[in-house]
T-cell receptor, first 112, second 120 residues
Framework: GQSLEQPSEVTAVEGAIVQINCTYQTSGFYGLSWYQQHDGGAPTFLSYNGLDGLEETGRFSSFLSRSDSYGYLLLQELQMKDSASYFCAVRFFQTGANNLFFGTGTRLTVIP | ETGVTQTPRHLVMGMTNKKSLKCEQHLGHNAMYWYKQSAKKPLELMFVYSLEERVENNSVPSRFSPECPNSSHLFLHLHTLQPEDSALYLC?????????FGRGGLNEQFFGPGTRLTVL
């Protein structure tokens, strides 16, 4: 079966850098995506790694290493508004399917 | 209206009721999805409609029945639900770009605000 594991909770200080890891036990997927969800809100897309390496989008960066079955989301210059849940997700090799499989989610709390 | 909308936002129903959740996307996408989000659990994909083909998660009980009359509208019909079905039901849409590595494999999904369902 497939699984995507993330730490359940992370706490960091405003202005700091935090890394949220995603380890997986699966094969045959196109790439790793990251979504952010604030309490009471809908998940919103943050980043995507289709190939190994680092992708940077403003304060957020994401990394994928297929050989290590590992990826991470890096948030820099943390702001209070970054307090939310973060999910990694993969899209599998399935002809005709267009689905995402989500990880367990990491709740990030930013403190002053 | 922009993005993905869902109605109702909150729904309380008894186990013998029949109700429907509605989703509408205004993004011109060709794929729509239903997800279930329960507390402390990952988002669970329930149904996918992509290019008029339906894909479903075989673990979803038959008391949930989807309907997709066109590429912009998606319904989830509910009947004889159980209390454990109480959850946030999220609709999403995306533009199917085909398959492949690199950006070709990206499947950015746009989510609606969800319907908070409580089954008594």
């Amino acid at each position: 079966g497939q699984s995507l594991e993330q730490p359940s909770e992370v706490t960091a200080v405003e202005g700091a850098i935090v890394q949220i890891n995603c380890t997986y036990q699966t094969s045959g997927f196109y790439g790793l995506s990251w979504y952010q969800q604030h309490d009471g809100g809908a998940p919103t897309f943050l980043s995507y790694n289709g190939l190994d390496g680092l992708e940077e989008t403003g304060r957020f960066s994401s990394f994928l290493s297929r050989s290590d079955s590992y990826g991470y989301l890096l948030l820099q210059e943390l702001q209070m508004k970054d307090s939310a849940s973060y999910f990694c997700a993969v899209r599998f090799f399935q002809t005709g399917a267009n689905n995402l499989f989500f990880g367990t989610g990491t709740r990030l709390t930013v403190i002053p | 209206e922009t993005g993905v909308t869902q109605t109702p936002r909150h729904l309380v129903m008894g186990m013998t009721n029949k109700k429907s959740l509605k989703c509408e996307q205004h993004l011109g996408h060709n794929a729509m999805y239903w997800y279930k989000q329960s507390a402390k659990k990952p988002l669970e994909l329930m149904f996918v409609y992509s290019l008029e083909e339906r894909v479903e998660n075989n673990s979803v009980p038959s008391r949930f029945s989807p309907e997709c009359p066109n590429s912009s509208h998606l319904f989830l019909h509910l009947h004889t639900l159980q209390p454990e079905d109480s959850a946030l039901y999220l609709c999403a849409s995306s533009q199917d770009r085909g398959t492949g590595f690199g950006r070709g494999g990206l499947n950015e999904q746009f989510f609606g605000p969800g319907t908070r369902l409580t089954v008594l």
